[in-house]
């Protein structure tokens, strides 16, 4: 597996501001780390993934940038298109949708850049949204995203052809999205292969605060992912929170701290006999104490998870906790499946900015490289010898 994080924390928009968060930041957090090189998946908003698409120049001054900072790029995230860190971006996130020609453009651009940033010699991955927001979502918008998606394996396969490059495309299931689950993700693709879907090019990106929050069990999902002919082609390593006893006063007070107006934050709680129940948001599952009166709070009998990504170094103080245990216990079951030492291991945090204060006492780049050490130790080194052995840049590019 191959170790790196997430830039989306970044807010840069334009080349410029992406070059000089490398240097200001991603440089900084691979000698914290004690890497050697270290691996970075950029987050690119539209914009400039066109623009570099169509310049090699740029792209070198890119590669130059990436080279002089010890930094490698093998996987991208191309879930969020633009302004990731507006005021308010909520369920701006999941537009365009798959059923938009934009998204498409959008994705083959990025896989053009992936092409040319690559290593010699490795395969790149790119993280995608589950289709859209479950609604407004209709059967005309999902023949549009299947054309789209039979599109996108097409330009991957002629990527390769030109390039001698392979780019896969990740799907990211989402609580609240059309693809809610890995089992709806699972579904949908192994659904549309016989349309032209490619699952050569195109499988899953494992989400594990997603997954936390479904309360899916870690092994049985990658179990379904396999047997259904996919591949996991990225894990996300994030941890989502953990609220035990949601009518407990305390805990319902430290938990409502993470409610900010940012980005969406889905709950979900387990019930013992009946399905899981869905709040689309913190404070629509907190309910009027919280001065939302949707009518959608949750009743607070049972365990929630929330989707929020919380340091994974870092634990939050009960009565609160993170499921870091959903994270390991993921990555060890997609280390053991066929492809498994091919996939993608990118830390993703990007909600340092929106952590409540005392959840974030140190400098955004400590922050980071204790991540990624937390990483190095407790996901990759227990794997065993062809995992995360050894230092430096052996460890940040696990084979």
């Not at 790196?4 to 000089?20: I, K, R």
């Not at 407004?136 to 394996?153: I, K, Q, R």
């Not at 047997?227 to 390593?237: E, N, P, S, T």
């Not at 006492?361 to 050894?390: C, F, K, N, T, Y």
């Amino acid at each position: 597996m191959h170790l790196s994080y997430c830039t989306n924390v970044h807010p840069a928009e334009d080349l410029d501001g992406v070059l000089d968060q490398l240097v200001r930041s991603a440089g900084p957090v691979r000698e914290a780390a004690g890497l050697d090189v270290l691996g970075v998946g950029l987050w690119l908003p539209a914009s400039l993934a066109h623009r570099l698409a169509g310049s090699a120049e740029d792209r070198d001054r890119l590669r130059t940038v990436l080279a002089e900072q010890g930094l490698e790029v093998r996987t991208l995230n191309a879930f969020p298109y633009a302004a990731f860190h507006a005021d308010v971006v909520k369920l701006d996130v999941y537009s365009p949708t798959w059923a938009e020609p934009e998204r498409l453009a959008y994705t083959l651009a990025c896989a053009e850049v992936l092409a040319d940033l690559l290593p010699p010699g490795a395969d790149g991955s790119i993280s995608t949204l589950p289709l859209a927001w479950r609604e407004p979502w209709s059967a005309e918008d999902d023949a549009a995203a299947t054309e789209a998606f039979v599109a996108l394996g097409a330009g991957l396969r002629d990527l390769a052809a030109r390039t001698g490059r392979t780019v896969r495309v990740a799907v990211e299931p989402e609580p609240g999205c059309v693809l809610d689950t890995v089992d709806d993700v699972v579904a949908w693709l192994s659904a549309r292969v016989p349309d032209g879907v490619d699952p050569e090019h195109v499988g899953v990106c494992l989400d594990t605060c997603h997954l936390a929050v479904s309360f899916a069990d870690p092994e049985g999902a990658v179990r379904w992912i396999t047997d259904a002919g996919l591949r996991v082609v990225k894990v996300q390593a994030s941890a989502a929170l953990h609220v035990a006893d949601p009518a407990d006063p305390a805990a319902r007070a430290a938990v409502a701290a993470f409610a900010e107006p940012r980005y969406i934050h889905q709950v979900r709680e387990r019930t013992e006999a009946g399905p899981v129940l869905a709040a689309d948001d913190l404070p629509a599952a907190l309910g009027d104490e919280h001065g939302d009166a949707t009518g959608d709070a949750l009743p607070g009998t049972g365990p929630w998870r929330v989707h929020f990504h919380v340091p994974l170094h870092h634990e939050p103080a009960p009565p609160l906790a993170a499921t870091t245990d959903v994270l390991r216990a993921a990555v060890r079951a997609v280390v053991a499946t066929p492809h498994g030492l091919e996939a993608h291991l990118d830390v993703e945090t990007y909600t340092w900015s929106v952590l409540p204060p005392g959840s974030r006492d140190v400098s955004l780049v400590a922050g980071i490289a204790a991540e990624l050490r937390w990483a190095l130790d407790h996901l990759l080194s227990e794997q065993g010898p062809d995992v995360g052995a050894g230092t430096g840049a052996e460890r940040a590019v696990a084979r």
